[in-house]
Structure formats: C-alpha cells, structure tokens
C-alpha cells in the first residue's frame, strides 16, 4: 500500500503531465531521499507552467481532487507559491512556480526516483544542500548535514560554485562558510566513530605474552 504522500505525489504528477508542465520535488522530503532522517508533513515540489498562468493550474488542480489552501489567486502571483490540500490523503503541499534561472537548472539535474510505482523527479543532492543552505534554519543545516554524511559521492565543487553565484546575486558572503561548518561537522563525527571503533587486531593496548 503507497503512502500518502506517493499518493500525493502521484496525483501531482498526473496533473503536471496533463499540463505538459516539467517539475521536481524538494525540501524535506528530497532531503529524506538523500539520506536525511528526521519526521516532516512537508511536500514542496516546483513547477514550470512556462508560458500557462497560475488559474490554469488551479483549475487543473481541482479537478484532480485538490483544494486550494488560500483563495486569493494574487497571493500565488506574489509570492509564486501554490498551497494546495489533497483531499483523498489530507497531505498539504507547496507547489512552487518556478522562474528562469536557477530553477531551471534545479530541474535540468532532477533525477527520477522510482517511489513504489511513482516516477517522481527529484532534486539532485547537491541543489537541495544549496536550497538548504540559502533556507538557513537550524533543521536546515541539520538536513545538510546529514545529505552530507550519508552521501560520499557529492560533487562539492558544484556546490561551493552554486553558493558562490549566490552570495555573488544577493550581496551575501555567510553562505558558503554555513557549507563549512556542516562539513566540519561530518568530519568531526566521522573521526569520533573512528576513534570509537576497535581496529582489526582488537585493542591497541592489548598485552603480548611475555617471553620466557
């Protein structure tokens, strides 16, 4: 039996191919995917409707057993963000609409993930370290922290190179030094369990036997 949340995301999926429209999941969620192991009801997945407004997407949404959670459609327009309840699992979501530029290349290295029958694409481990790193809260770090321990194979190139442009757009220079420290972190664990850990031949200060 599928959980709620792949139901959610199947339905999602169906509307978004419907519409033709390319997407990806993130946050906490794609955090899990990636290693992170912590308890969330967070659904965030974002959209490219291209050139489709917004009440195309909510019509689409309703239909296909959605309620949306604001009913001002200028609140999606100013803020590009969808909040929507799926009425058959009560799981809520944030749709996101996404714009040019770094959400285009979030969903270029999406990569799809077989969730029990659900092909649903997701965002690579390095843009959600990026994307938690710019959130910055302290449940953020921790999913990057995790990301990080869990999975040997990041390129981490690609993500300084990310938060550099960031810091680089937005006149910051605190993002890649919070990158960092979550690095630090993992390096610090990983030696404690190192330490922690007895070698192959047993204890170091074991006592040979004496010769006679």
Not at 37 to 42: E, F, H, I
Not at 149 to 178: F, H, I, W
């Amino acid at each position: 039996m599928r959980s709620p949340f792949v139901e959610l995301l199947g339905a999602l999926a169906d509307v978004f191919r419907q519409l033709g429209a390319g997407w990806y999941l993130f946050g906490a969620q794609a955090a899990l995917l990636h290693g992170a192991a912590r308890l969330t009801a967070d659904v965030d997945v974002t959209v490219d409707l291209q050139d489709k407004e917004p009440e195309v997407l909510v019509k689409a949404l309703t239909e296909a057993g959605f309620q949306m959670r604001v009913e001002d459609i200028a609140f999606t327009h100013r803020t590009r963000v969808l909040p929507v309840l799926h009425l058959a699992t009560g799981v809520a979501a944030d749709v996101v609409l996404a714009g040019p530029g770094l959400e285009d290349l979030f969903l270029q290295r999406a990569q799809l993930h077989d969730l029990d029958g659900i092909l649903v694409p997701v965002a690579c481990a390095e843009d959600v370290i990026v994307m938690k790193i710019l959130a910055g809260r302290p449940k953020d770090i921790e999913d990057v922290v995790a990301i990080a321990a869990a999975r040997k194979d990041l390129k981490l190139d690609l993500v300084r190179s990310m938060l550099r442009t960031l810091e680089e757009a937005l006149d910051r220079n605190d993002l890649q030094p919070e990158l960092s420290r979550a690095l630090a972190r993992v390096e610090d664990a990983g030696e404690s369990v190192q330490r922690a850990s007895p070698s192959r031949g047993g204890p170091k200060n074991r006592r040979r036997p004496r010769r006679r």
